[in-house]
């Protein structure tokens, strides 16, 4: 660095400060997970099966309602979250906040944790994920098997003060999904799950679809899709789903995003539903959210786990009870079309929880109404509740 100040005769120096460095190694965490995505696929859409009534003749040929899960969990780390980690990193990289040996340090409650611990494997770099002491054990074990390190709370509303208090103990970088989800995906392309899910749609009966249904996690992947839908001008509705106990709903309902939720025990549908509204959380591209009992998202993860032949996540279960109400109304107005929703991640991680009887009861939930309601439905094309 150039020194600086007046000289003898009064005349100002120029003054300078240099801060480059070596950026190799920024350079080679850049290309590692650039390879990864080379080397992965994009994840399948699936057309999820539909009874006879799902079709109907008009008189100058059959039309209907087409139901699709873009399937998330062949993700190399099993779920949605695995392309927000690699934006995140990559985003954190580019801004020059993770450089060699940075601690990154996440607030998440299993899945996005997951997918960062990979991620932070692939380049080198130390990784702590702080999530309640009630995150399933199955997932615990993946972000550990991953190289990360788990830090608890008791309570849900903590983790974010616990990770930026960790950040600055280790003087890491908080990878912060919550805040940096809608800024680190491009929304207007390169192949984002939006632009994945249309282009996978191109040659279907109904290539732009009716509705897509979505969880509010972050917030990012509504406000990815939501953006994407206007940008391309596509005639397509977004419609979010939230489960009990989640600060979004009750905001986007009173149009009161700073409003306080208060202290509550936290959602029971993990990787979804949060007790404040993030500020990824983009509600003006949203057409219509609809709050999801817990009851109703493990019933329908059960039902479509029977239908697929394979267990899907609790959220799973979340976004496909959104969809099948909305296809009883598309139905009952005879509007044909498609709906997309996610299969955000498989249901082994939740085989101590979701699937397990005991605990179902131990929580206090009866699933009895909701899989009346989902019979009925099967049945019938006709909604319940």
């Given at each position: 660095?150039?020194?600086?100040?007046?000289?003898?005769?009064?005349?100002?120096?120029?003054?300078e400060v240099d801060r480059r460095a070596d950026r190799s190694w920024v350079d080679n965490a850049i290309r590692l997970i650039d390879a990864d995505a080379t080397r992965s696929a994009d994840t399948h859409l699936l057309r999820f099966p539909l009874p006879a009534w799902s079709r109907w003749d008009t008189g100058s040929g059959s039309t209907g309602i087409s139901l699709y899960l873009k399937d998330e969990s062949t993700h190399i780390t099993g779920s949605l979250k695995h392309r927000l980690a690699r934006s995140l990193f990559?985003?954190?990289l580019c801004n020059g906040w993770i450089t060699e040996g940075t601690t990154v340090i996440e607030a998440s409650s299993g899945s996005t944790a997951v997918s960062e611990a990979y991620f932070a494997q692939l380049i080198g770099v130390p990784?702590?994920?702080?999530?309640?002491?009630?995150?399933?054990?199955?997932?615990?074990?993946?972000?550990?098997?991953?190289?990360?390190?788990?830090?608890?709370?008791?309570?849900?509303y903590e983790v974010y003060?616990?990770?930026?208090?960790?950040?600055?103990?280790?003087?890491?970088?908080?990878?912060?999904q919550f805040t940096m989800a809608e800024r680190a995906t491009d929304w207007r392309g390169n192949n984002n799950i939006a632009e994945s899910i249309f282009s996978q749609l191109a040659r279907e009966e109904f290539p732009v679809p009716t509705w897509v249904v979505v969880g509010a996690g972050t917030g990012g992947t509504s406000a990815t899709i939501g953006r994407f839908i206007r940008y391309r001008r596509h005639h397509t509705w977004l419609c979010v789903v939230d489960p009990e106990n989640s600060a979004f709903?009750?905001?986007?309902?009173?149009?009161?995003?700073d409003a306080p939720f208060g202290p509550v025990p936290g959602s029971r549908i993990e990787g979804i539903g949060r007790p404040r509204v993030e500020p990824s959380f983009i509600s003006q591209v949203i057409d219509r959210m609809?709050?999801?009992?817990?009851?109703?998202?493990?019933?329908?993860?059960?039902?479509?786990?029977?239908?697929?032949?394979?267990?899907?996540?609790?959220?799973?279960?979340?976004?496909?009870?959104?969809?099948l109400r909305l296809i009883a109304e598309m139905r009952k107005e005879g509007t044909p079309?498609?709906?997309?929703?996610?299969?955000?991640?498989?249901g082994d991680r939740y085989s101590g929880t979701y699937y397990d009887d005991d605990w179902v009861t131990g929580a206090g939930l009866d699933l009895t109404r909701a899989e009346a309601t989902l019979e009925n439905f099967f049945a019938t094309g006709e909604w319940i509740e």
């Open positions: 660095m150039a020194g600086g100040g007046r000289g003898e005769s009064g005349a100002v120096r120029t003054r990559l985003y954190a990784f702590i994920a702080v999530m309640p002491a009630t995150t399933s054990p199955a997932k615990i074990g993946l972000i550990e098997r991953q190289g990360g390190r788990c830090h608890f709370v008791e309570r849900s003060g616990a990770a930026q208090q960790l950040a600055d103990e280790t003087n890491g970088h908080f990878i912060d709903f009750p905001a986007y309902r009173d149009g009161d995003p609809v709050s999801v009992p817990d009851d109703a998202s493990i019933a329908t993860a059960r039902r479509a786990s029977d239908i697929l032949g394979r267990r899907v996540g609790g959220s799973t279960g979340t976004n496909l009870w959104g969809a079309g498609s709906v997309v929703t996610l299969l955000c991640d498989g």
